[in-house]
């Protein structure tokens, strides 16, 4: 299994849980099964790893959300537009 991947994972799972304050890299590598050095060889700090994680595939979101709003199809149909979107969230 990719060691990036799990260790991503791990992190969204106790941020979303705990938020970034109560999120630890020692429990994030905990969950991962890696050690907190190799998390570190990763990404540097838990603001990284957060940004990879949260910040970074929010603004993907977001991003795909404007574009569809100037999209004719979607302005035909905006409630299933905004229940994707919300999916999504």
């Known amino acids: ?8 994972d791990a992190a969204r799972d106790l941020f979303a849980e705990r938020g970034y304050a109560g999120a630890t890299t020692r429990e994030i590598a905990k969950l991962a099964d ?3 050095t190799l998390l570190f060889r990763y ?21 795909d959300f404007v574009d569809k709003q100037s999209d ?17 969230v």
């Open 43 to 63: 990404y540097g700090d838990k603001a990284n790893l957060f940004t990879d994680v949260v910040i970074e595939p929010f603004h993907r979101l977001m991003a």
């Open 34 to 36: 890696v050690s907190e």
């Open 1 to 8: 299994e990719d060691v990036e991947q799990r260790i991503r």
């Open 72 to 88: 004719p199809a979607v302005a035909q149909n905006p409630q299933a537009e905004t229940r994707r979107f919300t999916r999504h």
